[in-house]
């Protein structure tokens, strides 16, 4: 027989335990695809990515960014 227990979790519960996971999928991706082709990075339009990295460029273009440093980003 399976129990299913439901437990409540705030939002800023789930990022913290989300975001590590999502930093190290994206950046294993991103790694995988420079390997398969080391001269030319390319996203593909209408993907995810491409779509953040767009929305990103926007946000430059309007200096709503903010940078962090390699070991904020990476943790390490």
Same mark, same amino acid.
């Given at each position: &027989? ?8 705030? +939002?800023?519960?789930? /990022?913290? @335990?989300?975001?590590p996971?999502?930093?190290? +999928?994206?950046?294993?991706?991103? @790694?995988r @695809? ?5 001269? +030319?990075f ?10 953040? &990295? @767009? ?5 430059? &273009?309007?200096?709503?960014? /903010? ?10």
């Open positions: &027989m399976i129990h299913h227990r439901n437990t409540a979790v705030s +939002i800023e519960e789930l /990022v913290n @335990a989300l975001e996971l999502i930093r190290r +999928i994206v950046r294993e991706e991103l @790694a @695809a420079v390997k398969k082709e080391p001269g +030319i390319y996203l593909e339009p209408d993907t995810p990515l491409y779509e953040d &990295m @767009a929305e990103i460029r926007e946000r430059k &273009m309007r200096k709503e960014t /903010v940078l962090f440093s390699h070991k904020e980003v990476w943790g390490e």
